[in-house]
Nanobody
Framework: EVQLQASGGGLVQPGGSLRLSCAAS????????LGWFRQAPGKEREGVAC????????YYADSVKGRFTLSRDNAKNMLYLQMNNLKPEDTGVYFC???????????????????????WGQGTLVTVSS
């Protein structure tokens, strides 16, 4: 059973930083992808950053490119999202997600309809406010 456990959200001032963590488990093959989706108040869920475990490729939404960075610790089965220069519009609930098997092109995971994502963890709230 695939399980995704997100943590690390909180309140931060504009321009500040946070690091989200996702503990992933239950994969029996390496052909999966992991990613972060977020849902801002009153808006639909959107893909923010995604990573192909199989192909070691990443994708970032234009709105976060240059500010957010994915990393992983394979030994611990952890995925991290380092978020720098946070803006009020980054406020929302962030979800760790997975597609298994993952798409050959990682952008596909982050840009698909959220209803098509295979697995969702619980969300962690990020609030950017002064």
């Amino acid at each position: 059973e695939v399980q995704l456990q997100a943590s690390g959200g909180g309140l931060v001032q504009p321009g500040g930083s946070l690091r989200l963590s996702c503990a992933a488990s239950g994969f029996t093959e390496d052909d999966y992808s992991l990613g972060w989706f977020r849902q801002a108040p009153g808006k639909e869920r959107e893909g923010v950053a995604c990573l192909s475990h199989e192909f070691n490729t990443t994708y970032y939404a234009d709105s976060v490119k240059g500010r957010f960075t994915l990393s992983r610790d394979n030994a611990k089965n952890m995925l991290y999202l380092q978020m720098n220069n946070l803006k009020p519009e980054d406020t929302g609930v962030y979800f760790c997600t997975s597609d298994w098997p993952g798409p050959r092109t990682i952008a596909t995971m982050c840009t698909q309809n959220p209803g098509q994502v295979d697995y969702w963890g619980q969300g962690t709230l990020v609030t950017v406010s002064s």
